[in-house]
């Protein structure tokens, strides 16, 4: 198995280790290459993303690492920045000048009611703020909530031009079937939407594990039905175990690699000093 990780946090955001004690397990589980990827700064305080005055720590800490272990483990700097609306989020653009990125990993952690001022909806972190957001933002709405969720998405892909889309249907996490289904038609339709935009793109969809492992979620992000919609529609995917621990860093890789392989996949995205590239999964795989 050829392992990587490009979805991969350390303590300068809520990740629980240094970049050098990733890069030393990484090297320790035999994986290839590892692609940094802090909770890029907002405009606001949070618990869970990176300040803005580390920025040039992070640039000078990852490159100081990319040189000690250069021989033995290709390192890589990235931010998973969040998307939330145009002059409510940081153009994508200013943090790949900012952090001298690699690449970048879009993300929508936060929802904005475009009919309300009342906060956002945070739909990550303890189950009880799910509910609690979606009364206050959108008035119990879920429909509307998750719809202007998969709407975020499509205005990312299309004005910041991530390079992967991280857990694209991780709106369904803290859901737990209480105020919606995958199964409704509504549902459906706005995921389909969604891969509409995505495939008329470059960016790349992961296959996010974490949920599988931390016990979150039952299946990945996102979920089958939309892995073998991406793999219809020639959408590229890659595997992310979006490690926030060194010991998590291939927690459901194979796993993930196989299902995929027997959902018709072929290649996966792979980061190398060239770029993005499309792998043969078999490569992967042996």
């Known amino acids: 198995m050829q392992y990587f990780s490009f979805h991969t946090h350390s303590d300068f955001c809520d990740g629980k280790a240094s970049v050098e004690e990733v890069c030393e397990k990484a090297?320790?589980?035999?994986?290839?290459?590892?692609?940094f990827s802090s909770h890029a700064p907002v405009a606001f305080e949070t618990t869970w993303a990176m300040n803005f005055h580390k920025m040039d720590?992070?640039?000078?800490?990852?490159e100081r690492c990319r040189l000690k272990y250069k021989d033995q483990l290709e390192v890589y700097r990235s931010l998973e920045t969040d998307f939330i609306a145009p002059g409510k989020s940081i153009p994508f653009d200013e943090y790949r000048a900012l952090g001298q990125l690699d690449y970048i990993i879009g993300s929508v952690h936060l929802v904005a009611n475009p009919q309300s001022q009342q906060g956002l909806w945070f739909l990550d972190g303890p189950v009880e703020n799910y509910e609690?957001?979606?009364?206050?933002?959108?008035?119990?709405?879920a429909v509307a909530a998750v719809q202007q969720y998969y709407s975020q998405i499509q205005e990312m892909v299309r004005t910041q031009k991530p390079d992967v889309i991280a857990h694209m249907d991780k709106v369904v996490m803290n859901n737990k079937?209480?105020?919606?289904?995958?199964?409704?038609?509504?549902?459906?339709d706005v995921v389909e939407e969604t891969l509409q935009v995505i495939a008329k793109s470059e960016s790349i969809v992961e296959i996010n594990t974490r949920g599988i492992y931390r016990g979150k979620y039952h299946t990945w992000f996102p979920n089958e039905r939309?892995?073998?919609?991406?793999?219809?529609?020639?959408?590229?995917?890659?595997?992310?175990?979006?490690?926030?621990?060194?010991?998590?860093?291939?927690a459901g890789f194979e796993e993930a690699v196989l299902a995929l392989q027997k959902m018709g996949c072929r290649y996966l995205s792979v980061f190398t000093e060239l770029g993005w590239e499309q792998k043969g999964i078999s490569a992967v795989l042996f």
């Open 132 to 141: 609690k957001g979606l009364n206050t933002c959108f008035n119990g709405d």
């Open 226 to 250: 939309i892995i073998k919609r991406c793999v219809d529609l020639n959408i590229p995917l890659t595997v992310s175990v979006d490690a926030h621990h060194p010991d998590e860093l291939i």
């Open 57 to 62: 720590s992070y640039v000078k800490e990852v």
């Open 27 to 35: 090297i320790e589980l035999g994986l290839g290459a590892v692609g």
């Open 177 to 188: 079937n209480r105020f919606f289904t995958e199964e409704d038609a509504w549902y459906q």
